[in-house]
């Protein structure tokens, strides 16, 4: 099984995962975002874009790596990875379908003023440019479509473990 923590950046996901792989017995954390640095490490570079989740290789990778490392060790693989495009969700689950991988697809969410917060006051990460630039996308994407295709968390007024045990006491663990 697959449990995705979706949700834009400064909503928990990364702290999240691991504290949720802790809870959930037989489980690892992939972030798919690795895959993404593998194509940006790709010389010379692929096509110039602003997100690798937009060269088409990123989303059928993600899901034949998650595939492959579910063959060989089992378990549960707890994805934290943001994905707005409704389009590339459906391609990622609708491929994790066919190789018949369930998915628990969680939101983790956060008010705006609070991601915008956090995301100023990261002392690993430092502010960022590029993750404010997601505040308005992700918005979008929990009002028209996200929200209804998965478990939303409110984080706001969650620590990282109060969020984690959420995630397993929805998954029964």
């Not at 996901?13 to 809870?23: C, E, I, M, N």
């Not at 943001?82 to 590339?88: A, F, G, M």
């Amino acid at each position: 099984m697959i449990v995705w923590l979706n949700g834009t950046h400064g909503a928990g996901k990364t702290t999240t995962s691991a504290l949720v792989q802790q809870l959930i017995p037989d489980s690892r954390v992939f972030d798919a975002e690795k895959v993404g640095e593998t194509l940006i490490d790709i010389t010379p570079g692929l096509p110039e874009t602003d997100n690798f989740q937009h060269w088409p290789p990123w989303r059928p990778l993600v899901v034949e790596t998650a595939r492959r490392v579910l063959d060989y060790a089992g378990g549960t693989l707890v994805m934290p990875m943001t994905v707005l495009v409704e389009k590339y969700w459906r391609e990622i689950s609708a491929g994790l379908a066919q190789h018949a991988i369930p998915v628990r697809h969680f939101v983790l969410h956060a008010d705006q003023d609070t991601l915008r917060g956090r995301i100023e006051g990261d002392t690993v990460m430092g502010p960022s440019a590029f993750r404010l630039a997601y505040l308005e996308p992700y918005a979008e994407a929990a009002r028209t479509w996200l929200h209804k295709e998965a478990e939303v968390i409110d984080t706001t007024h969650l620590t990282p473990p109060q969020a984690a045990q959420q995630v397993a006491a929805s998954l029964g663990s």
